[in-house]
């Protein structure tokens, strides 16, 4: 398998602060995918990053393929911003796609 | 941000019985995924197709799952004799070309 793993598990923010949330995975990927889930259990896609950086409005991510790595910083962060967030990497082997276990993000007042 | 529709939204089935799942990709996508996400909140890949066929597929899905992609159709994910630990929200995303996916709502699926 690909392990990914994505720390924190969890996050606490309040209104207006801002983070960065990590996923790490143990092989070269083609890519990593980010999405939120909200409480209703819809995934919002975010980014999709083959290299480098994109950003759009208060997010920005990361890719590192060499390092093994990705990021997602969220700035400015608004009470809509909570839910979980995955990162999904895609191996370089073949079309499948696998998770990472979340991070859990509660932006509070 | 999403035009991916799944129907339907739940489906409760008894142990044993059969559960279908549909899903219409957004146009123009010719690749489809299905995912598995468990009270846990644990995803795991199932399928995948290009246009109608099979790129990739996990060994459950081989076993007890069936799917499909016909051409002018819903595609589909068949459950043949549902387990409890079936039990799952079943995802469905479309993508251009296995880089950005788009996913629909999902059916929850509750097997008594």
């Known amino acids: 398998g690909m392990p990914v793993e994505q720390n924190p598990p969890a996050l606490s923010l309040y209104e207006g602060a801002e983070s960065g949330l990590r996923c790490n995975f143990s092989?070269?990927?083609?890519?990593v995918q980010w999405f939120q889930q909200n409480h209703r259990g819809r995934l919002i896609t975010l980014f999709y990053?083959?290299?480098g950086t994109k950003e759009n409005g208060r997010l920005k991510s990361t890719f590192n393929s060499k390092e093994r790595y990705s990021t997602l910083h969220i700035k400015d962060a608004q009470l809509e911003d909570s839910g979980t967030y995955f990162c999904?990497?895609?191996?370089?082997?073949?079309?499948?796609?696998?998770f990472g276990s979340g991070t859990r993000l509660l932006v509070s007042p | 941000n999403s035009k991916v529709i799944q129907t339907p939204r739940y489906l409760v089935k008894g142990q044993g019985q059969k559960a279908k799942m549909r899903c219409i990709p957004e146009?123009?996508?010719?690749?489809v995924f299905w995912y598995q996400q468990n009270k846990n909140n644990e995803f795991k890949f199932l399928i995948n197709?290009?246009?109608?066929?099979?790129?990739?597929q996990i060994d459950m899905t081989e076993k007890r799952f069936s799917a499909e992609c016909p051409s002018n159709s819903p595609c589909s994910l068949e459950i043949q004799s549902s387990e409890a630990g079936d039990s799952a929200l079943y995802l469905c995303?479309?993508?251009?070309?296995?880089?950005?996916?788009?996913f629909g709502p999902g059916t929850r699926l509750l097997v008594l």
């Open positions: 995303a479309s993508s251009v070309n296995q880089d950005t996916q788009y």
């Open positions: 092989t070269t990927m083609k890519g």
């Open positions: 990053l083959a290299q």
């Open positions: 999904a990497v895609e191996g370089t082997g073949g079309y499948k796609v696998v």
């Open positions: 146009k123009g996508h010719p690749v």
């Open positions: 197709f290009q246009n109608q066929e099979v790129l990739q």
